[in-house]
């Protein structure tokens, strides 16, 4: 199973918005509604920040919206702050009953 | 409060086993799957196993496939992975983390074990 691609790096100014894709296959993200995405911050355990493509967990910001597009995924954070910048991780469920996790995409507040 | 615990992690020898432990407390362990999702140092995440809450569905990643085992004892609310036939490339922060079914997210973490495997 091959790892899900994610841009390495992304960059935003405070208050501006960023979307991170994920781009799998019909197997994985294009054929199941259960992708996931993680925040992790440095030395820390990743954090669940969107489910089944869209839907936030109780706490989690509105800044944080999920969509997906055939084999597509994307995160949105928009208003961004200084405590968004961290490493990404999108996952995706797979035909194998298996899971599937992105590269990670590094977020920088500039 | 939802508390994932792993422990067990060390330096072992190329060919050599470990055997990880995960401890649940503060929700009904015996009603999630549980997955184990390492990280190698520097690099990005990746899913090692799974096991349904009743230990029915099991599933591994190609690359631990015939070397780990995972298991699971609810009575004692506790997870494990035995890993046999250690390489260099298995050297990673190993992650437990539940998720309310077999195809469900990971939504809540433990703090990571790490494994090193060097001689």
């Known amino acids: 199973q091959s790892a899900l691609t994610q841009p390495a790096s992304v960059s935003g100014s405070p208050g501006q918005s960023i979307t991170i894709s994920c781009t799998g296959t019909?197997?994985?993200?294009?054929?199941?509604?259960?992708v996931s995405w993680y925040q992790q911050h440095p030395g820390k355990a990743p954090k669940l920040m969107i489910y089944d493509v869209s839907k936030r967990p109780s706490g989690v910001s509105n800044r944080f919206s999920g969509s997906k597009s055939g084999n597509t995924a994307s995160l949105t954070i928009s208003g961004l702050q200084a405590e968004d910048e961290a490493d990404y991780y999108c996952?995706?469920?797979?035909?194998?009953?298996?899971?599937?996790f992105g590269g990670g995409t590094k977020l920088t507040v500039l | 409060e939802v508390q994932l615990v792993e422990s067990g992690g060390g330096l072992v020898k190329p060919g050599g086993s470990l055997r990880l432990s995960c401890a649940a407390s503060g929700f009904t362990f015996s009603s999630y799957s549980i997955n184990w999702v390492r990280q190698a140092p520097g690099k990005g995440l990746e899913w090692v196993s799974s096991i349904s809450s009743s230990s029915s569905y099991i599933y591994y990643a190609d690359s631990v496939k015939g070397r780990f085992t995972i298991s699971r004892d609810n009575a004692k609310n506790s997870l494990y992975l035995q890993m046999n036939s250690l390489r260099a490339e298995d050297t990673a922060v190993y992650y437990c983390?539940?998720?309310?079914?077999?195809?469900?997210?990971?939504?809540?973490w433990g703090q990571g074990t790490l494994v090193t495997v060097s001689s």
């Open positions: 983390a539940r998720a309310p079914y077999s195809s469900g997210p990971s939504d809540y």
């Open positions: 019909s197997s994985d993200v294009g054929g199941y509604n259960y």
């Open positions: 996952s995706s469920y797979t035909s194998s009953s298996t899971w599937v």
